[in-house]
């Protein structure tokens, strides 16, 4: 069976400058891909829609949907290919349509950038149906368990996401931060979903002022066998209050 992955993917410039945020992708990818999954699925933060949709290209664009950061960026691109067939049955299962055309967003290829450089499995998006509950996208996510042998799930977010804040706490997190970052931590851990369901006290009001980087966490937990267990795959601050915390199944 294929790991499932939440990655909290941070800011586009992690891809220039990597750090150890980047080993661990990298170490991950390594041994993801000795299972030679026929496709990975990315559940993004940057794809809001209302319905679910499921990218069915053949080849996809990379888009640098971003503004302000160093012109590389802008000229790097991630030459993934799809898997049309599989991403439609996956559309299928989850009650959703196929659409083409769109291309990867960086909330997808960021984190693929590291974890399989040379482009080289096929990739997919699942957008996030924003009429949903948090209980609704977890439903979801049990729906995609049916494929974890022969695909690689990854929901790409973020365990604490404040931008606004992040800009006045450059130096380090604040404590606010630091505290929701462990409840999610230990709640993801023990697979509390409804300590995690319930989060939005002020308190995660200030972790997550808008709500679109937490849903992917919830495809991630949903995908998940009742047997498996949950470990921390990377956990750090990027700066200010972007959380790096990620896991893996175990």
């Known amino acids: 069976m ?6 909290s993917h941070g800011s586009p410039k992690l891809v220039l400058e990597g750090g150890d945020w980047a080993k661990a992708l990298r170490e991950m990818g390594c041994r993801i891909k000795e299972l030679k999954p026929q496709l ?12 679910v949709f ?13 503004y302000g ?8 691109e991630y030459p993934a290919e799809g898997n049309p067939e599989l991403s439609r049955e996956i559309a299928q299962r989850l009650g959703g349509r196929c659409t083409t055309g769109r291309g990867l967003d960086h ?4 984190v693929l950038w590291h974890m399989f450089p040379k482009a080289d499995l ?10 949903r509950s948090l209980r609704e996208h977890l439903e979801l996510g049990r729906r995609l368990r049916d494929f974890r042998d022969r695909v690689l799930i990854i ?4 365990a604490v996401h404040n931008l606004r804040d992040a800009t006045l706490n450059p130096e380090g997190p604040p404590e606010w931060a630091v505290e929701f970052k462990e409840l999610v931590k230990d709640a993801v851990l023990r697979k509390d979903f409804e300590a995690l369901l319930n989060y939005r006290n002020e308190l995660g009001r200030l972790a997550h002022p808008t709500e679109e980087h937490l849903i992917p966490l919830f495809y991630f937990l949903g995908s998940l066998h009742e047997e498996e267990d949950v470990g921390v795959l990377y956990d750090g601050f990027e700066f200010g209050s972007v959380s790096l915390l990620s896991f893996a199944s175990l």
């Open 69 to 76: 950061f160093s012109e590389k960026l802008y000229e790097l």
């Open 2 to 7: 294929i790991p499932s992955l939440f990655i």
């Open 107 to 110: 909330g997808a290829w960021a």
């Open 122 to 131: 096929p990739v997919s998006q699942m957008s996030i149906d924003t009429r």
């Open 54 to 66: 499921v990218e069915c290209s053949k080849k996809h664009r990379t888009l640098h949907d971003f």
């Open 40 to 51: 990975i699925l990315v559940v993004s933060a940057h794809w809001l829609t209302e319905g």
């Open 155 to 158: 929901g790409s977010g973020g």
